[in-house]
């Protein structure tokens, strides 16, 4: 079992950076995958990234590529996504999300296959 929460949303201008964290405990974290999403009112739930258990591998949905890192802190049991040059659409509640299976882009999209979730922390981003 694991247990997700996330911190770190808020409200912020467009052009501005934002890092939310998620903080795991439970047992073997390093051994899942983790995953950051997002819903907007409205909408389906969306992959964001994702990264390896050993953070050498990282996937990200095409229109954050450049703007969003991924990263993870296995000693900390905390995985971090670095939002910068933020835009109105990416306004959302952001959910990180654990997930047993090997690393595969196909897989690390899936919202199915992750097996636990945090609570979501909000992001605004106002214009």
């Known amino acids: 079992q694991v247990q997700l929460v996330e911190s770190g949303g808020g409200l912020v201008q467009a052009g501005g950076s934002l890092r939310v964290s998620c903080a795991a405990s439970?047992?073997?974290?390093?051994?899942?995958?983790m995953g950051w999403f997002r819903q907007a009112p409205g909408k389906e739930r969306e992959f964001v990234a994702a990264?390896?258990?050993?953070?050498?591998?990282?996937y990200y949905t095409e229109s954050v590529k450049g703007r969003f890192t991924i990263s993870r802190d296995n000693a900390k049991n905390t995985v971090y996504l670095q939002m910068n040059s933020l835009k109105p659409e990416d306004t959302a509640v952001y959910y990180c999300?654990?997930?047993?299976?090997?690393?595969?882009?196909?897989?690390?999209?899936?919202?199915?296959?992750?097996?636990?979730w945090g609570q979501g922390t909000q992001v605004t981003v106002s214009s």
């Open positions: 999300a654990a997930s047993g299976l090997p690393f595969t882009t196909a897989q690390a999209m899936a919202v199915v296959l992750y097996d636990y």
């Open positions: 990264i390896s258990w050993s953070g050498g591998s990282t």
């Open positions: 439970g047992r073997s974290f390093s051994t899942y995958v």
